[in-house]
Each structure stands twice: as C-alpha cells, then as structure tokens.
C-alpha cells in the first residue's frame, strides 16, 4: 500500500554545508526519495563532484557556491534557487566549523570564523529562506544542532556556545513562525564518523571510551541521521516544531558509570 506520511518527493531541498560530511549524506538521503536538492558550500568543485556522485533519477542534485558568513552571497543563493524552482520545501542548515583548543587559546579571528558561520551565518540563511516560506505560507527548516547544547565537551568552547545558540533560534523561530505553517526543528548528532572526524576515533583510546558511555557502543554513520531528517521534512512530523531530536546512540539519556549490575 503506497503510504506518503514519510514522503518527501518532490519536494526542492536547500542543504548547506552539502558537499561532505553529514550536509553530503542528508543531501544524498533526500535526492534517493525524489526530493529536487540543491547543495551549497564554499568550494565550487567539491560542490561539483559531489552533486555528480550523489545525483539519481531524473532530478540531478544541483550546487550552487555560497559562503554563508556572506550576507550577500546568501541573498544571491535564495534568488537563484527561488528562480529556478519557485519555491524552497525544506533548508537543512549543515554548514559548521570547528576548533579544538583550549579557552584561553583562541584568538579573536578563529572566534568569529565559527560564530560566523555557525551562528550568524544559519540565523541569515533561515531568514532569507524564511521569508520565502512565509510567502509561501509553509516550509520546513532543520538545523543540525550538536551534543554539545546537551552537554559541553571541553576545548571547543566557541563551537559549543554557537550551538547553544542554534538551539535557542530553533525555539524562537518555530514560536514566531508557526502560525504562518512553518516548522523549525533540530537534530544533534552524536559522535558520527566522517572525513574531518577519522583521525580522531582512530585512536584506540577515543574508540575505547566511546564504548564505554555510548549505550549502543557505536560510532555513529553519517547515513545513521537520514531517517531523522526525512521525518522532520515529512508530513510525519506536520504537528511537530521547535524541538531538537538527539541523535547520539543514546548519549544523552544518562551518564554510564563503571559498575557491574
């Protein structure tokens, strides 16, 4: 029996930060189900190849370059997205960066780098969509939120406060835009394995600990968080807004402590 709940054909998907990553694989996720998807990033051959690799059917991933620190730059990208399809369903706001050091390390050029692109540049590119959406009276915005607003892991400290940031514009634009049939919701993931993440968990000593405090004992896959973002671009969530769904493996359902039960 065919079931739409959970459809999103047809839908033209906006993904930043769509050339690698997590922005790669929910892009992929979405152009696998007949969504019309667009990808943007800073980099226009990466953004090429990619649109190439994960493009299926007879709705080829388009990409168009934006760096969202540029106010400007993302004016541009609604305009020509808006001018080539009439409409934008669904923004997933992927595009971050991060640092790790220590608080007192970081100079103020690397804190305006991340704030800028994961705070300023998200809250400008859900406004610029968003008044596309209200003029379309619906839309659903999801921004890719973090374990870190559930609790701060040390020596990213700006990256973790930008996020806290996300999760408070996530609650504020669901309650300002709601009553024009918008849904703002977000999803954070856990400890997801990607291209930037590798070295990191290729230590034995990372992959022993996660073990030890993730309840699934798992890294998780980027393709791990596609069903997520399905759900909050589906009538399936048509009632839902403003909420953050984790997730993490189970991260953030409690603390593990080593004892035997």
């Not at 760096?67 to 400007?72: L, N």
């Not at 609790?151 to 835009?177: C, D, F, I, N, Q």
Request: include cysteine; aromatic fraction near 6%; glycine fraction near 10%.
């Amino acid at each position: 029996m065919d079931d739409d709940l959970f459809s999103v054909s047809g839908q033209i998907v906006l993904v930043s930060g769509g050339s690698r990553g997590i922005g790669k694989a929910l892009a992929a996720g979405f152009a696998a189900r007949g969504a019309q998807v667009v990808i943007t990033g800073r980099e226009a051959p990466t953004l090429e190849q990619t649109a190439r690799e994960i493009s299926t059917g007879e709705k080829p991933v388009q990409s168009v370059v934006c760096d969202v620190a540029e106010v400007g730059e993302i004016k541009q990208l609604v305009k020509t997205v808006v001018d080539r399809f009439g409409r934008i369903d669904t923004l997933v706001n992927v595009a971050g960066v991060n640092k790790r050091k220590k608080a007192e390390t970081f100079t103020p050029d690397e804190y305006d780098f991340i704030l800028d692109i994961n705070l300023r540049g998200l809250f400008f590119l859900s406004q610029e969509t968003g008044k596309q959406m209200l003029s379309q009276k619906q839309g659903a915005i999801i921004n890719i939120d973090s374990l870190n607003t559930y609790s701060p892991l040390k020596g990213v400290l700006p990256y973790a406060m930008s996020k806290a940031g996300v999760s408070m514009l996530t609650r504020g634009l669901a309650a300002e835009w709601g009553p024009h049939g918008i849904r703002v919701n977000g999803l954070a993931p856990g400890f997801i394995l990607t291209d930037l993440t590798n070295k990191l968990w290729s230590s034995p000593t990372m992959q022993a600990w996660n073990k030890s405090v993730c309840p699934l004992q798992r890294l998780g896959q980027v393709d791990d968080l596609v069903g997520t973002a399905i759900y909050l671009a589906s009538k399936a969530s048509a009632f839902m807004t403003g909420q953050t769904l984790y997730v993490d493996g189970g991260m953030s359902a409690g603390t593990l402590w080593p004892i035997e039960l």
